[in-house]
């Protein structure tokens, strides 16, 4: 079971299907087709969406591959995509930039750009052309040119504008808060197939009780394999609810990164004691 707003609205899916990819799940059974498909691979960057989800009592928002996320990597985030975007009948100010700065022609990677901006705009302090650089490189243009997709980058940045997910800030950290303690994830019956523990105890238990499953951290290499796979999937175990595993720590000479931490996250945790390991793993992958 897996619960997330879906913008604002409270969703919750039953389907344990380890494969289904959030990208499959947007097109497919919400009829979401903003978001696009290019190399289903997790290279181009068209089918960028926004994940949001609670840090320290505010919102923090990260961009996604939705070709590479399994559905369950959704559980108390809120999913935006390119259709959110538009309040009361006008453009987001991302996407008035975007037209304003003539940053698209053919359009196809325009919905994952855009999404890349948006949480840069969040991000951001004024503009810093570096930052700019590494908040679209995920991001592929065959036509427009990135010129002009700085310059909207840069008007973003340099005049940032409250919208309606900053004005509605309060409200949705209480609704995703009430979410995680509303929805027990626990493993369950056989026919659940994503099992996704919230502690190390039932990770232990359920990985004791189905050895043949795989641990799913992410998903780029597994959600390939198995979106690409004719046999049906394994059962899978996603480690992203289990907290522990989202620590990091130093002691003595050691520095610990739990195994939950996306790559982006241990950057920003090594970047004072490794500054050049730090730069290293902005190239990864
Ligand atoms: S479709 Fe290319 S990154 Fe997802
Ligand atoms: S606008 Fe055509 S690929 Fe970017």
Request: hydrophobic share 40%; net charge negative; with cysteine.
């Amino acid at each position: 079971m897996t619960a997330f707003l879906l913008n604002d609205t409270r969703v919750v899916e039953r389907d344990g299907d380890p494969a289904l990819t959030v990208l499959q799940y947007l097109r497919q059974r919400k009829r979401r087709t903003g978001t696009k498909e290019g190399c289903g691979s997790g290279d181009c960057g068209a089918c960028t969406v926004v994940l949001g989800r609670v840090e320290q009592g505010r919102m923090c928002y990260e961009t996604a591959s939705a070709c590479l996320t399994p559905l369950s990597a959704l559980q108390g985030k809120q999913v935006i995509t390119i259709e959110d975007l538009r309040q009361d009948g006008e453009l987001h100010p991302v996407q008035q930039a975007v037209v304003d700065l003539h940053a698209s022609q053919c359009g196809f990677c325009t919905p994952g750009m855009v999404m890349s901006l948006f949480v840069l705009q969040k991000q951001c302090s004024g503009w810093d052309r570096q930052q700019a650089e590494q908040a679209l490189a995920g991001n592929l243009c065959r036509c427009t040119g990135y010129r002009p997709i700085m310059d909207a980058a840069r008007q973003l940045c340099e005049h940032p504008i409250a919208d309606s997910f900053t004005r509605q800030e309060a409200r949705t950290v209480a609704r995703l808060n009430a979410l995680a303690s509303e929805v027990a994830v626990e493993p369950s019956g056989e026919e659940q197939r994503c099992f996704m523990p919230t502690s190390l105890e039932q990770l232990v238990a359920c990985y004791l009780r189905y050895p043949q499953a795989r641990l799913l951290a992410g998903g780029t290499d597994l959600m390939l394999d198995m979106a690409q796979a004719v046999a049906a999937p394994p059962p899978t175990i996603a480690l992203e609810q289990v907290e522990k595993l989202r620590n990091a720590y130093t002691d003595n000479n050691h520095i610990h990164l739990g195994a939950g931490l996306t790559i982006t996250q241990c950057e920003q945790r090594l970047h004072a004691a490794l500054p050049a390991f730090a730069q290293v793993l902005q190239r990864f992958a």
